[in-house]
């Protein structure tokens, strides 16, 4: 794990919890240190402090991204207004944590985002769709005009090719695989980040905005709906 945080007392306390938690921490100050060492040695997970002097946290994410790193990234910010995590989530990081921060879900944010990069199998505790929706077969899935290489991690709305974040990805795949079927708010919650922010967050909301913007044709079926109270669901309507 590379852990960048230039207040030092964090950071040292950081590095103390992760280690004990099991994890082999390098921590650095700011954000030039953390692109060398990602360079030098690149990590299973990064945790990136938003605000450091000279090269900040988002800037960080968004060189890693341009060079075509989808190394899960945890950001920290003392940012609280809703604007400033979107601007977080739009240079490419996969989620955040607002400080002041109970260590305990940094560790399950951290948990989850490893979990996601281990192979894909089966979605354990998501109902099964109708064996005609969508279509696999050897690692390829297919619904409502898209079609995704599990294994590749590329998506394509017919002949265009999507860019997805990793979250992205992981979020159409789910729906993708689930065609059809309306998947509540929570079993998203869990499947996606391993943890349910609870009614009053809007993470989910704001990744099915990202999805809806890059699946969106002028003149072609919108494919993920809102259930509202419930959920989402993709179908082509």
């Given amino acids: 794990m590379l852990l960048a945080e230039d207040d ?5 306390a950081l590095e103390r919890a992760l280690t004990l938690e099991g994890y082999r921490v390098t921590a650095v100050a700011d954000g030039v240190e953390a692109l060398a060492q990602a360079h030098k040695s690149p990590p299973d ?11 900040d946290g988002l ?53 989850a985002l490893l979990r996601r990069t281990s192979p894909v199998g089966a ?25 995704m290489d599990v294994q590749a991690r590329r998506a394509w709305r017919g002949e265009r090719e999507l860019e997805l974040t990793r979250t992205e990805f992981e979020l159409l795949e789910l729906l993708v695989r689930n ?11 869990d499947r996606i980040w391993g943890y349910d922010f609870g009614p009053g967050s809007k993470n989910l909301a704001v990744y099915v ?29």
């Fill in 59 to 111: 800037q960080v994410c968004r060189v890693l991204r341009a060079e075509g790193d989808r190394t899960p990234i945890l950001m920290l910010t003392a940012l609280v207004e809703p604007q400033d995590r979107i601007a977080g989530l739009d240079a490419g990081a996969d989620d955040y944590v607002v400080k002041p921060f109970d260590v305990e879900e940094v560790f399950a944010r951290l948990r």
């Fill in 209 to 237: 905005g990202y999805l809806r913007r890059k699946l969106d044709e002028p003149g072609a079926p919108l494919l993920i709906h809102t259930v509202r109270g419930v959920g989402y669901v993709l179908r082509e309507d």
């Fill in 45 to 55: 997970v990064l945790l990136l402090d938003v605000m450091m002097p000279g090269i």
């Fill in 8 to 12: 030092r007392a964090i950071r040292h």
């Fill in 123 to 147: 979605l354990s505790g998501v109902p099964k769709p109708q064996p005609q929706v969508p279509a696999v077969s050897e690692g390829r899935i297919e619904a409502a005009g898209l079609r």
């Fill in 179 to 189: 065609a059809g079927i309306v998947l509540d708010h929570s079993r998203i919650y």
